[in-house]
């Protein structure tokens, strides 16, 4: 079935670090795939988005790349700020587009010490 | 823009209790979903609507019910409150399938003692 696995749990960085997340997807076709970030008693709101495989999505400094060769979605940064603490979590959506079953990943709380 | 509203924010309930969470857009989105949420295990779908008086079963659906009467709400009950659970549970809408975007409403915050 259709998975999404982002392995780091915990990402703790200072200011200006470099940041990276890991994300890798498994499922039969060619997905939509996300990064959603959730801010402190928030709900998850949209980072980025690609729906065409070998594309790059960029927002607010953050970048992905929907890699079908190595069916990874990583997320980056050059230099994560504090404000960038919170969890980012890894969704994808099948092809289907009467799926409404996305599939989020466990997320990664990144905190950003000052 | 639209706002999609959660009531209430903090839901304190005892064991047995059943306990209905509700939750308000007003982006005129056809589908709406309810998520839960627990630390160091994402997002879970529980209920799903496309449309008004849809229902659609999630993952976790079991110990839930749902109701969809208008397109701009969709409330969630929790069937018997289980003692020690403490969940934070997300309303979402969207125009239409997975593939778009989601809005969530901040969450409601559930402890039961």
């Known amino acids: 079935g259709d998975s999404v696995t982002q392995m780091q749990g915990q990402v703790t960085l200072s200011e200006d670090d470099f940041l990276f997340i890991n994300c890798t997807y498994s499922?039969?076709?060619?997905?939509?795939l996300f990064w959603y970030v959730q801010y402190p008693g928030e709900g998850p709101q949209l980072l980025l988005k690609?729906?065409?495989?070998?594309n790059k999505g960029i927002s607010r400094g953050f970048e992905a790349t929907y890699d079908k060769g190595t069916t990874s979605f990583h997320l980056q940064k050059a230099s994560v700020q504090e404000s960038d603490s919170a969890v980012y979590y890894c969704?994808?959506?099948?092809?289907?587009?009467?799926?409404?079953?996305?599939?989020f990943g466990k997320g990664t709380h990144l905190h950003v010490l000052p | 823009g639209g706002i999609i509203t959660q009531t209430p924010k903090f839901l304190i309930g005892q064991e047995g209790q059943k306990l209905t969470l509700k939750c308000q857009q007003n982006?005129?989105?056809?589908?709406m979903y309810w998520y839960r949420q627990d630390s160091g295990k994402g997002l879970r779908l529980i209920y799903y609507?496309?449309?008004?008086?849809?229902?659609q079963k999630g993952d976790l659906s079991e110990g839930y019910d749902a109701s969809r009467e208008k397109k701009s709400s969709f409330s969630l009950t929790v069937t018997s409150a289980q003692k020690n659970e403490m969940a934070v549970f997300l309303c979402?809408?969207?125009?239409?399938?997975?593939?778009?975007?989601?809005?969530f409403g901040s969450g409601t915050r559930l402890l039961v003692i």
């Open positions: 979402a809408s969207s125009i239409s399938g997975g593939i778009s975007d989601y809005t």
């Open positions: 499922t039969t076709w060619y997905p939509t």
């Open positions: 690609v729906t065409t495989a070998n």
């Open positions: 969704v994808l959506a099948p092809h289907d587009t009467n799926a409404y079953k996305v599939i």
């Open positions: 982006f005129n989105h056809d589908t």
């Open positions: 609507s496309i449309t008004e008086n849809d229902l």
